[in-house]
């Protein structure tokens, strides 16, 4: 195996990724745990860029890092009593670590039965915006999903305004 | 000599061919690494230039806002106090970083430095001139308004971790303005993009023939004022209110990471401008500005720096508003303006594309002209309904105070007879 700038970026992706999730479940102060959810959604959006899929990283910033990063931290810093915790102990901890054990294993053996070995055979074409846009636009594509969630977050913003006037 | 005039007509590719060739030439580097050196050396060169003509802003707008208050400004060191910044980055530069009692270390310092990262990156997808430009995305739009979307999180890490109520106010009202005014400034941004069929910034630019400002006013007026609460200026200066909160999210902080915070809300300042100047006033466009490249960073600066006077002149005759009124402002009056807007020029941009012969979507100058004169009468025509709508919002608003302070006069006075 090779070292490219590739894998280099790769690599630093990779361990924002892993060691922002094991901070998210292992730090007791739950601003510290937010803080590193951005931190791993600040490295996926890394990944998707290294993935050549500018888009998805530019949005991946902008709605996680910029919004939920942000909503989840206010959350939690405008929640009471919920910063003075100091007891941390589930006694259903042992089936919340078999649950997560097996959820692991069942998504690593999917992965890597699956895609092990299997690499992309041609390059990404260079107007992917392009094609994005127009599988949302014709009927073929994504017409009908597109718009649904499109009138979902619609009703969404109007029922924000309404709360907001009352 | 016609070799000579043509690189100094394209002084940019001149400039990088000559880096090439030293590097691959002269210096025996493989031409990728070449690139990669030459993309280094410029995301440096652009960075840092970025940061030093803060130097001049600050000094600029400290002087026009004199100007306009009847005072004479910065006068003391240097020529008309031009080197005043120097000297006052100079003591910033020699304090000390106190850090508070209590205060979470890693965000504490981390906080400033995400606060000038999100205003530099911005500066990577602005087009300077025709063949100068960071690098051109083909998702530019959306690239600095998600790399802008992170100075939020600074704000938010500054006042939280600084351990200070004042503080950590600062940023919620701060963090509170800055999401609300997002949605406009994404949905004004919407316009250009759509006029001009894509994201990419040297391709909003090329589609100026006619400058969007003209074709869509009411769009650039909304893209400005959420801007500027983006900014955080006046009359949007609520993130920090020293008569209230003393001086915000940033009050525990001193020294240089002070000054890096102070950087990048004046950086961001001149960014918004610059973006102001791509998306809705041509960019680099001008008068031989396609044949002779070079000429194109001088009508874009000119263009910013104009917009820019512009920024300071409302800033220093506005007073600060209200946070409720700041965000009633945005989500009861902008939002809806601004898909209304939206979804109205899309269509009448449609329909003329059916329906009226010559009507062309890019092209030069007189091309444009049909689709510049109905998306103009449809902005007005919404822009009008809107000012009409708030101007009777206000009178009734009036008159129903004036109503309660009249009976409130009369019951008093009767009180007063009676005593």
Not at chain 2, 42 to 62: C, K, P, Y
Not at chain 2, 101 to 125: C, E, H, K, N, Q
């Amino acid at each position: 195996m090779t070292i490219t700038p590739e894998t280099v970026a790769f690599a630093i992706m990779s361990v924002l990724v892993l060691g922002g999730g094991l901070g998210v479940v292992s730090s007791r102060n739950l601003i510290h745990a937010a803080l590193y959810l951005a931190l791993t959604l600040f490295g996926v959006a890394g990944l998707y860029a290294l993935f050549e899929a500018p888009f998805l990283a530019a949005v991946q910033v902008l709605v996680y890092l910029g919004a939920i990063a942000v909503l989840v931290t206010i959350t939690i810093m405008v929640t009471r009593r919920l910063m003075g915790i100091t007891e941390n102990v589930n006694r259903q901890w042992p089936v919340a670590a078999l649950i997560a054990v097996l959820a692991a294993a069942i998504l690593g053996f999917v992965v890597i039965s699956q895609f092990a070995g299997v690499y992309p055979t041609q390059a990404v074409p260079p107007d992917t915006i392009e094609r994005m846009g127009q599988s949302f636009a014709s009927h073929q594509g994504f017409l009908l999903p597109f718009e649904v969630a499109s009138v979902l977050l619609l009703a969404a913003m109007i029922g924000a305004i309404v709360v907001a006037r009352d | 000599m016609a070799d000579v005039l043509a690189s100094l007509a394209d002084i940019y590719t001149t400039i990088g061919n000559l880096l090439t060739r030293l590097f691959v030439d002269v210096l025996g580097a493989s031409p990728e690494l070449a690139s990669g050196i030459i993309k280094f050396l410029g995301a440096g060169l652009l960075a840092t230039s970025v940061l030093l003509i803060l130097v001049f802003n600050i000094w600029f707008e400290r002087k026009v806002m004199a100007r306009i208050q009847d005072r004479i400004g910065p006068n003391r060191v240097g020529p008309w106090g031009i080197f005043q910044t120097v000297a006052d980055l100079a003591k910033l530069f020699t304090k000390e970083i106190i850090i508070p009692d209590g205060a979470d270390l890693v965000p504490f310092m981390i906080a400033p430095v995400i606060s000038v990262m999100s205003v530099v990156l911005i500066w990577a997808v602005v087009p300077f001139a025709p063949t100068l430009i960071g690098t051109d995305l083909n998702i530019g739009a959306l690239y600095f308004v998600a790399v802008s979307s992170l100075g939020v999180v600074s704000i938010l890490l500054a006042g939280w971790s600084s351990n200070n109520k004042y503080a950590l106010l600062g940023a919620f009202r701060g963090v509170a303005m800055l999401v609300s005014y997002e949605v406009p400034f994404v949905l004004a941004l919407l316009v250009p993009v759509i006029l001009s069929g894509s994201m990419r910034m040297g391709d909003i630019v090329r589609a100026q023939s006619i400058p969007f400002l003209v074709v869509m006013p009411v769009a650039a007026l909304i893209f400005w004022i959420a801007s500027v609460a983006e900014v955080g200026r006046q009359p949007f200066d609520v993130i920090e209110g020293e008569s209230e909160i003393v001086s915000g999210y940033h009050i525990e902080y001193s020294g240089f990471a002070f000054a890096m915070f102070y950087a990048a809300e004046w950086a961001h300042g001149f960014t918004v401008c610059a973006l102001m100047t791509v998306l809705f006033l041509g960019g680099w466009r001008g008068p031989g500005a396609e044949q002779i490249p070079t000429l194109g960073i001088v009508y874009f600066l000119g263009k910013t720096f104009l917009v820019y006077f512009f920024q300071v002149w409302t800033r220093a005759i506005l007073p600060r508003m209200r946070i409720d009124h700041i965000l009633s402002f945005s989500w009861k009056f902008l939002v809806p303006l601004s898909l209304v807007l939206l979804v109205l020029s899309v269509l009448a941009d449609k329909l003329g594309q059916l329906y009226i012969p010559g009507y062309a979507v890019a092209g030069s100058f007189v091309d444009l002209l049909p689709r510049t004169a109905l998306l103009l009468v449809v902005t007005l025509i919404v822009g009008g309904l809107a000012a009409l709508w708030v101007a009777g919002l206000g009178r009734r608003e009036r008159r129903r105070q004036e109503a309660a302070l009249s009976v409130a006069s009369i019951e008093g006075r009767a009180a007063q007879q009676a005593r």
